[in-house]
């Protein structure tokens, strides 16, 4: 009994095979699960320099070691790949109940590889592993996939698939489960490339047993008091994170109009009231108590009917403030769009907001865009390009490709407004405002996320492993490590963000421990030692594909002008990345480069990675 299958799933599109393959002893002692198998086999089994969308990148997905267990909140799940977005490593993370499915099919991961000739699905079922035809599901919207596939295999079939904006390659397309998506990095794109529409299994859901199953209970069963009248747990649940927005307006962290400044006075309307009138029921993914998911309606306006499972935080920015959108409902629209097609919110409605400051600075005009005027607000214009950007039309091909290599393709300095790191859109939290946070979306090995390492120390107060002022402008690379490594020990797991309420490490290692029957993980400093061994690895998989210092940054707008009418944040500016990358460096032993020093490899267990 233990809460692995013991196997990976391999799957090599290109010649039609499907393996089982036992997982080491070793390999489960030394990354445990989750994030940590998926950087492990995917350094382990793809070279440097491969085509992000060429036939020898490998997509992995994986549950976490607590997937499938009574363990509450470990339902999600990871994809990770080289990403066409950056060209680094690709991590993207979704919910709903694919992970623990995965468990119940037999996988404690699934290694595509290859290319097939023609759109396929992956199916998972009792009898085995199979590779179908999609040329029925080809062109399909993603809720159309998923009952595509129900009908064809029983309602209780787990899917996850790609929209059009994947079979088109755009640059940030997602892959959906339910309503949930693994949105960032292009993880979406790697899938379409590949021409693999769709993973559906159809399993027993048979809970796995812990090893230690009466200490895991008891655990289990403290943690579930702890959650239960947890307040965070009981505003998420209530909220989900539509909270947010009103709380990082008031902190001067939402940026408004690309971030050109913190002023949103003129969208009052689109925080947390509005999208509660609005609010027709919440959802939660497998085993979670905290169901954080709000389902919205729109009840007047022009998108009178529309609804969505969303939208979150990220997508109320990326959708409201980013492009000064103020009609609620045009938010609920773009994400349930943005989910039917396939693509990342945070990227869409960053390119958007790029586009709109480009023509309001005549850097382009209606010439370059299809004849559409980029108005600031116009959520009409909004809405037509989420479809232009999807079906990679005109001007939303180019849109499509991400910030960055549109502004290289535009010239003329649009670079200078391109919103991202390491070619990846930054998310909804201004790094000028909560600069701990900055830094580690700077040096965050998938780019610009906001979910590599979050400071709560700088946005909600934490005072753990030691309080923070959000705007010092030093004292922040220990921090900004300590938040990735703690990141990276919860994502073998995988712990949710929204349900790790009250879990604290010895709560967290004792469940790993006893799921696993690896009692090191009962003791906080080698849970620590794994989080880093994860990000370490991450780190080298970046510097095998030439990521040096320099790509540790930030767009140069937060680097030297002093951020404008953001209330308490007002006249920010990250003065001094070089100190404080330094500090990062330090804190993780690395070289001023950002290199993992051989000795930092041998101390993590590493030390069979060359650079
Ligand atoms: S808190 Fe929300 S996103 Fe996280 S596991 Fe629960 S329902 Fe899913």
Redesign the pocket.
Not at 290 to 293: K, L, Q, Y
């Given at each position: 009994m233990s809460a692995y299958t013991g196997y990976l799933l391999r799957v090599n599109l290109s010649s039609g095979s499907t393996n089982r393959e036992p997982i080491p002893v070793e390999v489960q002692r030394r990354f445990v699960g989750g994030r940590g198998f998926g950087i492990r086999y995917l350094f382990g089994e793809t070279d440097g320099g491969i085509d992000p969308l060429g036939e020898r990148n490998k997509l992995l997905f994986m549950p976490g070691v607590l997937a499938g267990t009574k363990a509450l909140?470990f339902?999600?799940w990871i994809v990770m790949t080289r990403s066409p977005l950056t060209g680094g490593l690709a991590r993207a993370c979704g919910?709903g109940n694919f992970a623990a499915f995965m468990k119940f099919a037999g996988c404690d991961l699934v290694i595509i590889e290859g290319k097939a000739e023609r759109p396929s699905y992956l199916f998972l079922h009792e009898g085995g592993t199979e590779i179908r035809s999609a040329a029925d599901l080809w062109g399909l919207d993603t809720e159309m996939t998923q009952k595509a596939l129900q009908e064809k295999h029983g309602q209780r079939t787990q899917t996850a698939c790609i929209g059009p904006a994947g079979e088109r390659l755009v640059r940030f397309a997602t892959i959906t489960h339910g309503t949930r998506t693994a949105s960032r990095c292009g993880v979406g794109t790697v899938m379409g490339a590949k021409n693999l529409k769709a993973i559906s299994i159809s399993a027993r859901p048979k809970l796995l047993e812990p090893v230690d199953k009466e200490g895991f209970d008891g655990l289990q069963k403290e943690h579930s008091t702890i959650l239960r009248d947890h307040k965070r747990r009981v505003k998420?649940h209530t909220f989900g994170t539509t909270f947010l927005a009103h709380m990082m307006r008031d902190a001067g962290i939402l940026p408004f109009k690309n971030f050109q400044t913190g002023n949103i006075e003129a969208i009052e309307n689109l925080f947390t009231d509005a999208y509660a009138e609005m609010r027709k029921g919440t959802h939660?993914?497998y085993n979670?108590m905290?169901?954080?998911?709000q389902v919205h309606e729109v009840k007047e306006g022009p998108y009178t009917g529309a609804w969505s499972e969303g939208p979150e935080y990220e997508t109320i920015w990326a959708f409201g403030p980013q492009v000064a959108n103020t009609d609620v409902g045009a938010t609920v629209r773009a994400d349930r769009l943005c989910d039917l097609l396939g693509i990342d919110t945070i990227s869409t409605g960053s390119a958007i907001g790029f586009a709109m400051e480009l023509f309001q600075r005549g850097i382009i005009t209606t010439q370059d865009t299809d004849g559409i005027e980029l108005n600031w607000g116009d959520h009409r214009v909004m809405l037509d390009l989420i479809h232009k950007i999807a079906y990679r039309d005109g001007f939303g091909k180019l849109l499509g490709e991400g910030t960055k290599r549109a502004a290289e393709h535009i010239g003329k300095g649009a670079e200078r407004y391109a919103m991202h790191c390491k070619g990846m859109e930054l998310p909804a939290y201004e790094p000028r405002a909560a600069k701990g946070h900055g830094l580690s979306m700077a040096t965050s090995n998938i780019g610009g996320s906001h979910m590599y390492g979050y400071a709560r120390q700088e946005i909600s107060g934490k005072k753990d492993p030691r309080p923070v002022d959000r705007f010092a402008d030093e004292g922040k690379g220990d921090i900004a490590a300590y938040n990735q490594i703690d990141k990276g020990l919860e994502e073998v797991g995988i712990l949710?963000n929204?349900?790790d309420s009250g879990l604290t490490y010895e709560l967290l290692g004792g469940l790993y421990a006893t799921a696993t029957g690896f009692d090191e993980l009962r003791e906080v400093p080698a849970l620590r030692r794994l989080g880093e061994r994860i990000v370490c690895l991450e780190r080298c998989y970046n510097v095998r594909e030439g990521f040096t210092r320099k790509d540790d940054t930030l767009p140069e707008r937060m680097l030297t002008e002093p951020l404008p009418d953001a209330g308490p944040a007002t006249d920010q500016v990250v003065r001094n990345l070089d100190a404080l990358l330094d500090e990062y460096y330090d804190y993780l032993g690395y070289s001023r480069d950002g290199v993992p020093t051989p000795e930092k490899l041998k101390e993590l267990g590493l030390d069979d990675i060359s650079l």
């Open positions: 909140g339902g999600r919910g998420m939660g993914c979670c905290t169901r954080c998911g949710c929204f349900a």
